[in-house]
Nanobody, 116 residues
Framework: QLQLVESGGGEVQPGGSLRLSCTASGFNLNYYVIGWFRQVPGKEREGVSCIGINGVSTYYGDSVKGRFTITKDNAKNTIYLQMNSLKPEDTATYFC?????????WGQGTQVTVTS
């Protein structure tokens, strides 16, 4: 069964950090462009970052550029999103998926809450 599972979310204060993980089962992430997306209830899902097949090419949305870093661990078949200098507006449910996303792979996501 092809599956992507997100983890690592939590509640932090503004300025804090979290590292999200996206682990694949049933397929090899080496062969896919994988992205992180986030969604707030009542709003459209937003693309946050993605990483290329080679693990070198990366993209960041303007709102997270300079604060978030996406990396890939081929041995663990996992994509990470290191989030630093978190702001209240980063509060959302974070998902990983192919980029462009495949509806078949949306998981439960992981909740990130930034609050004082």
């Amino acid at each position: 069964q092809l599956q992507l599972v997100e983890s690592g979310g939590g509640e932090v204060q503004p300025g804090g950090s979290l590292r999200l993980s996206c682990t694949a089962s049933g397929f090899n992430l080496n062969y896919y462009v994988i992205g992180w997306f986030r969604q707030v209830p009542g709003k459209e899902r937003e693309g946050v970052s993605c990483i290329g097949i080679n693990g070198v090419s990366t993209y960041y949305g303007d709102s997270v550029k300079g604060r978030f870093t996406i990396t890939k661990d081929n041995a663990k078949n996992t994509i990470y999103l290191q989030m630093n200098s978190l702001k209240p507006e980063d509060t959302a449910t974070y998902f990983c998926n192919e980029d462009p996303p495949d509806d078949e792979y949306w998981g439960q996501g992981t909740q990130v809450t930034v609050t004082s």
